[in-house]
Every structure is written in C-alpha cells, then in structure tokens.
Nanobody, 125 residues
Framework: QVQLAESGGGLVQAGDSLTLSCAVSGRTLSSVFMGWFRQAPGAEREFVGYISWSGTSTYYGDSVKGRFTISRDDAKNTVFLQMLSLKPEDTAVYYC??????????????????WGQGTQVTVSS
C-alpha cells in the first residue's frame, strides 16, 4: 500500500508562486512512479506532470509546461510541485498520484492506483 498526503495549497494572486508537497509513505520513492493532476469545478481531472521512478525523468502537460516543475527529496520521501507565474486558470484541487507498475497511459488518471486527498489552489486575478 502507498499513502499520499498533499499540502501547501492556498490562495494566491496571479503571477505568484506556490510549491505543493506530497508526502509518500508505505514505499520509497525509487519504487513508485509519481504524477500530479488537478481538477477544476465541473471539469475532468487534468494531467499536470510526472516524475519517474529514478527521479531523472519528468514530463508536463502543455498547459503548465515551462511554469511548473516536479522534483523530489528522497531523504524526506516527498515529491514537490513548484508552480511559477500562476494564472487564474490554474485554480483547481491538486492531487498527487502513484503507481507501482506501468499499466496504462501515464498521463491519464487511470494509470495510477493511489491518490492523495487533494489540496486546493486558488489564484485570484
């Protein structure tokens, strides 16, 4: 089993930065493939990005590419989502997700087995 707990959400203004954390328990980061997703009211869950088992490979959705960065601290077993130049359209509940095995498209929610409870990010204009 893998347990995930996000933190760091909040209310910010457009142009501000925010870093979300996802604390992982039950497995070390080297054994899980981690993703970040977000969901705005009335919208489907959207892929934000992922970081590979080794931590050396990352990939981002088009809407956040160049502004968001995923990193991790193996000693703390924590994954981070650094968000720069935030826009009102970034407002959503942000979730971290994990899978132990590749079983589907890794940019889709169905590719992950474990989810955190989510943390709200609100960007005011």
């Amino acid at each position: 089993q893998v347990q995930l707990a996000e933190s760091g959400g909040g209310l910010v203004q457009a142009g501000d930065s925010l870093t979300l954390s996802c604390a992982v328990s039950g497995r070390t980061l080297s054994s899980v493939f981690m993703g970040w997703f977000r969901q705005a009211p009335g919208a489907e869950r959207e892929f934000v990005g992922y970081i590979s088992w080794s931590g050396t490979s990352t990939y981002y959705g088009d809407s956040v590419k160049g502004r968001f960065t995923i990193s991790r601290d193996d000693a703390k077993n924590t994954v981070f989502l650094q968000m720069l130049s935030l826009k009102p359209e970034d407002t959503a509940v942000y979730y971290c997700a994990a899978t132990l095995f590749m079983k589907g498209p890794i940019t889709a929610a169905g590719g992950y087995d474990y989810w955190g409870q989510g943390t709200q990010v609100t960007v005011s204009s």
